[in-house]
């Protein structure tokens, strides 16, 4: 499956944004979908992900914050981000996993002036 995320730009922080990711063909078979982040010279990490089952994990850096939600019939996985602050810069990247395998997007830059 191929990944199309977009959503990214220049906002202050305490701003919001929402991220979208689209599939190219279904994702409800998924056993999880997922949003990472790489900010420059650090490891990517994990921002959230939607399991199988339905079962929502965020990143302790953006719980309460980040609100991932998913709409299948539309194959497109969503990020709401809100309250921004600088250290979420970082390009966002989506990823399916379906049948064990890693899709990954593109990544989409999201940058948080003070």
């Known amino acids: 499956v191929q990944l199309q995320a977009s959503g990214g730009g220049l906002v202050q922080a305490g701003g919001s944004l929402r991220l979208s990711c689209a599939a190219s063909?279904?994702?409800?078979?998924?056993?999880?979908m997922s949003w990472y982040r790489q900010a420059p010279g650090k490891q990517r990490e994990l921002v959230a992900q939607i399991t199988s089952g339905g079962y929502i994990n965020y990143g302790d850096s953006v719980k309460g914050r980040f609100t991932m939600s998913t709409v299948n019939t539309k194959n497109t996985v969503y990020l709401q981000m809100n309250s921004l602050k600088p250290e979420d810069t970082a390009v966002y990247y989506c990823?399916?996993?379906?049948?064990?395998?890693?899709?990954w997007g593109q990544g989409t830059e999201l940058t948080v002036s003070s």
């Open positions: 063909r279904s994702i409800a078979s998924a056993s999880a």
């Open positions: 990823n399916v996993r379906i049948w064990g395998m890693d899709s």
